[in-house]
């Protein structure tokens, strides 16, 4: 009995030693104790962390859609939407993100039904409504615009985003937008996540 009440208080002692309210002490540092407990936390967790940035499709934005007409991209959205900006003549980039989205969705109808592919094109020079058209045409739920400089600078600047011609060649951001029914940017893929991570964050934008 005697034994088994020193054990106890040992062990008391030991706990009091190394945790005070709020810390955790590890190695003669005191961290604060939610700190260890979210970061335990986010190792389990399985879910991306959604959350709205202050940038997105603005409402007055005009553009050339694949139509050949001027149209607002927000009245393309649906409830899940995937943003990111090319162009058809992209060697790398444009192909590839188009694959692994085509990849993520494939065999999935409910899941492209609630999608809308917004794909922009920085080529202000060369592009045409036909090219775009031409290049989504494998994807029913993508739509292709175009416009000006002025346009499509308008457009970068509402996500932050960016594009230049240097010497003939274009670049530009590689960012995979995530948006909500209201165009607001709710989550950033990078051009090298793999098709799983977007599939799972359009399965989690439907819940």
Not at 29 to 35: A, G, H, V
Not at 53 to 73: F, H, Q, V, Y
Not at 99 to 122: P, R
Not at 182 to 201: C, F, M, N, S, T
Request: glycine share 6%.
């Amino acid at each position: 009995m005697g034994t088994s009440k020193n054990a106890a208080n040992a062990a008391r002692r030991l706990w009091k030693s190394i945790v005070t309210p709020g810390f955790l002490r590890v190695g003669g540092r005191s961290t604060p104790l939610l700190l260890w407990i979210s970061i335990a936390m986010a190792g389990c967790s399985e879910k991306l962390l959604f959350q709205e940035m202050p940038l997105g499709l603005k409402a007055d934005i005009e553009l050339t859609a694949d139509t050949g007409k001027r149209e607002k991209p927000v009245h393309s959205l649906k409830q899940i939407n995937l943003l990111f900006f090319g162009y058809t003549r992209c060697p790398d980039f444009c192909p590839m993100t188009l694959h692994k989205i085509k990849s993520a969705v494939e065999g999935d109808t409910a899941l492209q039904q609630k999608l809308s592919l917004l794909f922009i094109s920085v080529d202000v020079q060369n592009e045409k409504a036909a090219d775009l058209k031409s290049y989504l045409q494998v994807f029913p739920y993508a739509r292709g615009f175009t416009g000006s400089r002025d346009d499509i600078a308008a457009v970068e600047k509402a996500f932050g985003a960016y594009s230049k011609e240097d010497q003939g060649k274009l670049s530009h951001s590689l960012y995979l937008y995530l948006l909500n029914r209201e165009g607001k940017v709710i989550y950033l893929l990078r051009h090298d996540d793999p098709v799983k991570k977007i599939r799972q964050a359009l399965k989690q934008a439907t819940e």
